[in-house]
Every structure is written in structure tokens, then in C-alpha cells.
């Protein structure tokens, strides 16, 4: 007991969740964007490809601009960076949409092709431009709010992360409002619940899940971009480290809703974090090998507990032919 004793500690405790809270992002965008997608209707499983290509396209955004000199480009770099992760999820998106949307072809198989792609592409662009280099970009810096980081255990908890934690939680107010409280969050359910009533009200079907596809890629492309240069300043392959497939589960967990999806990230964080400090404490009393698996066990068992309550959307998956 006196080798776990740091563990119990208030100091401990902060700095673990601190550290959840920031692990958790881009799952969590990941998850929020494949929520806005499966609510219109397509089943979209490629995020761990769409990810690694967000990842990949942030980083040598964000690293070009650095070693450009030039003030302006530096000082935006972070922010570039996460631009072009966007933009190279909406690429991944698009493709998705013509393919399960104007193609309708099996969107399972779909979003395998994407994933083997994301994998494939990202791998070799990397090789070619970083091959023998040792790349880093700066990663967005700590951002305290005045007087609210001095609040004890939940200042340093809630109120000492970079921008991006902060406009994540941004994202997922405005995501829940336009979901639930605008028309075309309304348009949008009745796209993956009643495709054919929707369409009968005047609702652009086809379009409003091309829409969904795109902003969910373009939130996942975000997540891998947030991943690389918001937070670890590196590249590496496979670095999204099953990140994509967790997001998938997470919305099972969460029943297609934002809040939900959020929650469950932050578990996911917070193990992913408690192993990354145990290890760092070298308590022998934990075995390493149970460390590592904490995170994708935690998934597994929120996911079981998911599915026993999961309502999917009713359309979920089915291409919509108009009669």
C-alpha cells in the first residue's frame, strides 16, 4: 500500500484529470463529428484514416510555416496547422460522400477503403519528407484564465489548458444547439431517421448528408491535426494509435449525443493518463503490460454497456433512393 500512496494524493489527482481533459480531444472531436454524420444517415467507420490524414497534413503545415522564417507564419503555424487538418478531412470526407452518397456503395466497405488509404498515403508522404529528419513543430502552450487557474485542485483542473481544449468544449455547445435547437438540425435527424418523409417535406436528402459527411470528416481531420501539433508536436506513423476506431465506439456509448460523447473521451482520457503516470512513478506492484491495456479494455466495457441501449438512427447506413 505505501507504493500506491502517491496515487491517492490531491496533487496527483489534479494532474490526472488535467492531463484527461487534454488526452481526450481528439477523440472527442472525432466522436462529435461522426455523431453529425451518422445522424444524417451514413455510417462513416474510416476516422482512424481520416485522422492520420489531418494528423499528417496539421504537421507539415504547421512545420512548413515554421521554417519559413517568417514572423507572421510562425506565429500562426499552431493554427495553420489545425486548418489543414480540417481541410485534409474534409478531402477524406468527400470522397466517403460520393462513394456512400452518389454511389451508394456498401459504406462498411467504404469506409474500410478510407482507412487503408489514410494508413497507405500518410505513411508514404511522411517517409518521403521526414525520412531521415527529426521534425518537430511547437505545440500550443498552457492558456490559464485569470483568477480562475488560482482556484485550488479546480483551477488547475478545468482552467489551465491551451485554446484548443477550450474551443472544443466551444464545439460541443454549438453542435448540441444546431443538432436540437435549429432547422437545420431538425433537417439533418430526419435525413438518418425518415429519409423519405424528409424528402417529402422539401428536404435535399442527398445534400444534407453530404453536408454531415463532410463537417464529420472535416471534425475527425481536426482531431488528428489537434493530436500532432496542438498537443504532441510530432509525427509518427500510425500515431493515431487506434484513436479513430475508439471514436466509432464512443458514439455507440453515447447514443448520438454530443454530451454523452464527451464523457466518454474524458474516460478514455483520464486511463489513458493514469497508465502514462504510473508508469512514470514505476510502481512494480501494477505490471506494465496491464498499464497499457487499461485504456482499450475501459473502451471495451463502455462499449458493451452502449450497446444495450443504442438507438441508431433508423436509416443509419442505408442509401436513399429517391422513388
Not at 464529420?216 to 479513430?244: M, P, Y
Not at 466509432?248 to 447514443?255: G, N
Request: aromatic fraction near 10%; charged fraction near 10%; charge should be neutral.
Amino acid at each position: 500500500m505505501q507504493e500506491l500512496s502517491p496515487l491517492l494524493s490531491a496533487a496527483f489527482i489534479a494532474t490526472l484529470l488535467t492531463s484527461g481533459i487534454r488526452l481526450a480531444i481528439p477523440i472527442f472531436l472525432a466522436a462529435l463529428g461522426e455523431i453529425i454524420t451518422e445522424r444524417g444517415g451514413v455510417l462513416n467507420l474510416g476516422l482512424e484514416g481520416i485522422m492520420l490524414a489531418g494528423a499528417l497534413a496539421g504537421f507539415m503545415a504547421a512545420y512548413y510555416a515554421e521554417q519559413s522564417g517568417s514572423p507572421l507564419l510562425v506565429g500562426l503555424a499552431p493554427w495553420l496547422g489545425m486548418l489543414a487538418g480540417s481541410g485534409a478531412g474534409l478531402l477524406m470526407g468527400l470522397i466517403m460522400a460520393v462513394l456512400a452518397v452518389s454511389l451508394r456503395t456498401d459504406q462498411v466497405i467504404a469506409s474500410i477503403t478510407l482507412v487503408i488509404v489514410g494508413e497507405g498515403v500518410t505513411t508514404y508522404v511522411f517517409r518521403q519528407q521526414f525520412a531521415s529528419l527529426t521534425a518537430r513543430v511547437s505545440s500550443l502552450p498552457a492558456l490559464p484564465i485569470p483568477f480562475l487557474s488560482d482556484l485550488p485542485f479546480v483551477g488547475q483542473v478545468l482552467f489551465t489548458h491551451d485554446m484548443m481544449t477550450y474551443l472544443s468544449l466551444v464545439l460541443l455547445a454549438a453542435a448540441w444547439y444546431f443538432l436540437y435547437q435549429t432547422t437545420w438540425g431538425l433537417n439533418l435527424r430526419a435525413a438518418g431517421e425518415h429519409p423519405a418523409a424528409a424528402d417529402t417535406s422539401g428536404v435535399n436528402v442527398n445534400a444534407v448528408r453530404y453536408a454531415a459527411v463532410l463537417i464529420g470528416a472535416a471534425f475527425a481531420g481536426l482531431g488528428g491535426a489537434v493530436l500532432t501539433v496542438a498537443q504532441l508536436g510530432i509525427f509518427n506513423e500510425g500515431i493515431t494509435a487506434g484513436r479513430g476506431w475508439i471514436a466509432v465506439a464512443l458514439v455507440i456509448f453515447a447514443r448520438w449525443r454530443p454530451e454523452l460523447a464527451f464523457v466518454g473521451a474524458l474516460l478514455f482520457g483520464i486511463a489513458n493518463a493514469l497508465q502514462f503516470r504510473i508508469q512514470a512513478l514505476n510502481i512494480e506492484a501494477i505490471p506494465y503490460e496491464l498499464l497499457l491495456m487499461l485504456p482499450y479494455v475501459l473502451t471495451i466495457l463502455v462499449l458493451l454497456r452502449g450497446v444495450r441501449r443504442a438507438e441508431a438512427p433508423a436509416a443509419l447506413g442505408r442509401p436513399y433512393v429517391k422513388e
